[in-house]
């Protein structure tokens, strides 16, 4: 007899993909909000070309950018997405006139023909910033009892009630967005004279943020945000599968390599390679400063730990008259204890402070071998440098959507990460592609070249006032 129930059970157990993006909608013009209560905003970087810089310029610049990430504290979260794609449609418009609209056609068809070869990078920041109430715990309010009661009374009123809760968190999401606001401006005044940068409007980060979970061209052509709720509803858009070793998002194969192990020594410039790969990516950074107390408290335990374990339990309560110095030394957790008193040195000497890092590579396309020779040229770029990638598959989906802004509940491949380290590989310098502002106007350029790495190169004039 047909089991209908047996039927129907792969689908019922089969939850929506909305679900696990934690967006939740726009509060403002520019400033979106998570489900968890994180505002946030989406910064544009143009980048700094990086092809005229001498290496004592690359490492200025790289310095400056360390020292505007300072001001964010523990209790941001800073995004850096890095995308790269092909068949970006050029802008061009017809003039009226036969023979110059048959030489702007003849132009398109020829960078139609040539769309697989041609990408184009573009650079984003998302910086995320909680809310008072949601960092309050149940002890702190119980414990503000006796100083404010109305306010701990109200408090625990909005913790089990869904209303409250509502009317209670909105003068701290405006006092979060005020926050948020001033922190990311401070920022755009540190970089602003050596890289340009703009916050983007509700519209346009919209786009950005559906680029994290749809690949399709035609709907990111056709992206336009209708309502400023249900945010996580409308960026999925796709149909995602589950295989082993890959995804399915609609007709394109995708990959997820996450960071495995860094390189022991980082430098300006250092994934200078990821420019270079010609295949359809994006890659996703996340840091999050750890508390410089905590971070010493945690290094000092293992110090002790190792110490106190170089020697072999035997040798410690060896009776025997044998001076202290004939025990046999484990050389290897010695050399960790030097290790780690560097960390220490780190923060106590030089200002400097450790954070949660991780970073997450995000390839796609229609051909399987292409997803896999571009695999390859990722493992190639980190592996020169002594760092380590893998490839996800049992944690594929949790990586998959921890690219995406505010999904840090899936991250699970976090690193110590030093904050100069952090400030190398950064995502500052780009190829230059020329005057992107009538890209932005979709207008016509006076001409679009093909550079030596497959990234057109935009050549406009613009109208004076």
């Not at 998570?34 to 970087?45: A, F, I, P, R």
């Not at 310029?57 to 001001?71: C, F, G, H, N, Y």
């Not at 003849?106 to 040539?114: G, L, N, P, T, W």
């Not at 913790?159 to 409250?164: D, H, I, K, Y």
């Amino acid at each position: 007899m047909l089991n209908l129930k047996r039927v129907f059970q792969n689908y019922e157990e089969t939850g929506s993909l909305n679900a696990m993006v934690n967006l939740f909608g726009f509060i403002g013009q520019e400033v979106f909000l998570t489900k968890s209560g994180d505002t946030g905003l989406v910064l544009e970087l143009h980048g700094v070309d990086y092809e005229c810089l001498d290496t004592p310029a690359l490492d200025a610049l790289t310095k400056r950018l360390e020292s505007a990430l300072r001001l964010f504290d523990e209790n941001y979260r800073v995004y850096q997405l890095l995308f790269k794609r092909n068949r970006q449609p050029i802008p061009h418009t017809f003039c009226g006139k036969p023979i110059v609209d048959t030489a702007i056609r003849e132009r398109i068809a020829y960078f139609e023909e040539k769309a697989e070869k041609l990408f184009l990078l573009s650079i984003f920041f998302v910086v995320l910033c909680p809310a008072h109430s949601v960092r309050r715990s149940l002890a702190n309010t119980v414990l503000e009892f006796p100083e404010n009661p109305r306010k701990a009374l109200a408090a625990l009123r909005a913790r089990f009630s869904s209303t409250a809760s509502v009317q209670l968190d909105q003068q701290e999401m405006e006092r979060a967005e005020s926050v948020l606001r001033q922190k990311v401006e401070s920022f755009r005044t540190h970089i602003s004279d050596f890289v340009g940068s703009r916050i983007l409007g509700k519209e346009e980060a919209f786009v950005v943020l559906k680029r994290t979970l749809n690949f399709d061209p035609v709907k990111l052509a056709a992206a336009k945000l209708k309502h400023d709720t249900f945010l996580d509803y409308y960026l999925s858009e796709s149909h995602l599968e589950c295989h082993r070793g890959y995804l399915r998002v609609d007709e394109d194969y995708v990959k997820v390599l996450t960071l495995k192990e860094p390189s022991a020594h980082t430098f300006p410039l250092l994934l200078k390679g990821l420019l270079d790969i010609r295949a359809n990516y994006h890659v996703v950074t996340e840091w999050k400063k750890e508390d410089p107390g905590k971070t010493r408290r945690s290094i000092q335990a293992k110090r002790r730990h190792f110490h106190n374990t170089k020697r072999s339990f035997m040798s410690q309560v060896n009776l025997s008259d044998a001076a202290v110095e004939d025990a046999l030394l484990d050389d290897a957790k010695e050399s960790q204890v030097r290790e780690l008193g560097k960390g220490i040195e780190e923060i106590e000497l030089h200002g400097n402070y450790f954070g949660l890092f991780s970073l997450t590579v995000v390839i796609y396309d229609g051909d399987f071998a292409a997803v896999e020779r571009a695999a390859a040229d990722f493992y190639k770029v980190f592996s020169v440098h002594d760092a380590q990638l893998f490839d996800e598959r049992y944690n594929l989906l949790n990586a998959f959507l921890a690219a995406v802004p505010g999904n840090h509940a899936f991250n699970l491949r976090y690193l110590y990460l030093l904050n100069t380290n952090y400030a190398d590989l950064s995502f500052l310098f780009t190829l230059h592609s020329g005057d992107t502002r009538n890209r932005q106007l979709r207008q016509e350029y006076l001409a679009v070249l093909e550079t030596n790495h497959g990234t057109p190169y935009f050549f406009a004039t613009l109208p004076t006032a």
